[in-house]
């Protein structure tokens, strides 16, 4: 007797993170290939990783696409405490790499991972499990909303230490956006806004160099060869391009004028080499991309479901959101990647599962029922 066979997924969706992922995988290789040759004696150095690394994001998407994923409601607790516990590894000197300044990465060599990209995908699960249980109704301030705001202001800190705000951002606005749709008040959302946005500012104007990223934002031209650098070859890389662009691979920037290329400032070669018509597909992409997660959120069979679903979505979007308007100089230099586009393995994979989960979702929606 055959086993029955699962549901299809939304195909949709599926349709939508494969284009994204390919139009990555070609950036990442126009983007980097100077870097590579120069550094690695080869172009390929950066686009054979990234493809080893979509291939294990692909393999684990397909897994959790599989996974039903009620089971994560089981290991809710397990999950969040393995989170904490690795952000306060990363943290600890000889156990936590430094690289570019920042400590955070973990692991040996090729095989080295950022634990704060582990937290953000555990907090979506962990507050979508919390959040339904109706053991901590998020509207009930002392037993829901203020353990809720706790335990995210804990991680908050732990990925600034690293320091890394950009990535602590998603990680609170994603929890912002799961407390609202749960049902917290709107009262206590504004009081946490008003406590934690002086925070913010606090962080950023007492320490120098992301005081210097303000500054330069606001004035970028005033210091050109120093903190204004990044933002001002962004605008460059992105005004010269025009509505076509230079053409695929053609990208004068990438040869050392622009920083972090293949990585943080991914976006503005893409709008150099594919112009306005390139930047605005990779925009119309995340729209759909949101549209079709939260259909599948509002398709969901339960709530915990819905809220799920919706917070992946959110922080997929968030992501993106931040880093376009970096590269746009629509804000302050933060180091957050573009998902799916950008280089980097971590991201990559656990966006990945992400999408896996959201397509599991997708398989079990009430139409089906």
Wanted: with cysteine.
């Amino acid at each position: 007797m055959k086993p029955a066979r699962l549901p299809a997924v939304d195909q949709r969706l599926v349709v939508l993170v494969m284009a994204l992922l390919g139009m990555g995988v070609v950036m990442v290789f126009s983007a980097s290939s100077v870097t590579a040759y120069v550094n690695f004696n080869t172009p390929y150095y950066f686009l054979i990783r990234q493809l080893i690394w979509a291939a294990l994001g692909g393999a684990a998407a397909w897994f959790f696409s599989r996974y039903d994923y009620h089971q994560f409601q089981r290991h809710t607790k397990a999950l969040g405490i393995l989170a904490l516990i690795l952000l306060v590894a990363v943290l600890i000197p000889h156990v936590g790499r430094v690289i570019a300044g920042g400590r955070r990465w973990l692991g040996f060599g090729a095989l080295e991972f950022q634990p704060s990209e582990l937290a953000k995908l555990a907090l979506a699960i962990v507050f979508a499990g919390t959040l339904t249980s109706g053991r901590f109704p998020p509207a009930d301030l002392k037993k829901g909303f203020l353990p809720h705001v706790i335990a995210v202001a804990l991680v908050f800190f732990l990925v600034l230490k690293e320091p890394d705000l950009g990535t602590a951002l998603c990680l609170g606005a994603t929890a912002f956006i799961m407390l609202y749709l749960a049902g917290a008040r709107l009262g206590y959302l504004g009081g946490t806004l008003l406590v934690a946005i002086p925070a913010v500012i606090y962080e950023v104007v007492h320490k120098a160099y992301r005081l210097q990223r303000l500054l330069a934002f606001i004035d970028p031209a005033k210091n050109p060869l120093g903190s204004g650098y990044h933002i001002l070859q962004s605008l460059f890389a992105l005004g010269s391009g025009g509505f076509v662009g230079v053409g695929l691979g053609r990208s004068a920037f990438k040869f050392f004028y622009l920083p972090e290329q293949y990585t943080d400032f991914i976006f503005a070669i893409l709008g150099n080499e594919l112009g306005f018509i390139g930047g605005a597909v990779v925009l119309v992409l995340f729209v759909m991309l949101l549209w079709r997660g939260f259909k599948i959120a509002a398709e969901a069979p339960d709530s915990y479901g819905r809220l799920l679903a919706a917070g992946l979505t959110s922080m997929i979007l968030i992501q993106a959101l931040l880093n376009v308007a970096v590269v746009t100089d629509s804000l302050p230099v933060t180091g957050v990647p573009l998902p799916f586009i950008s280089y980097g393995g971590s991201s990559l994979v656990f966006t990945l599962i992400g999408v896996g989960i959201l397509l599991n979702i997708s398989r079990q929606r009430r139409e089906r029922n």
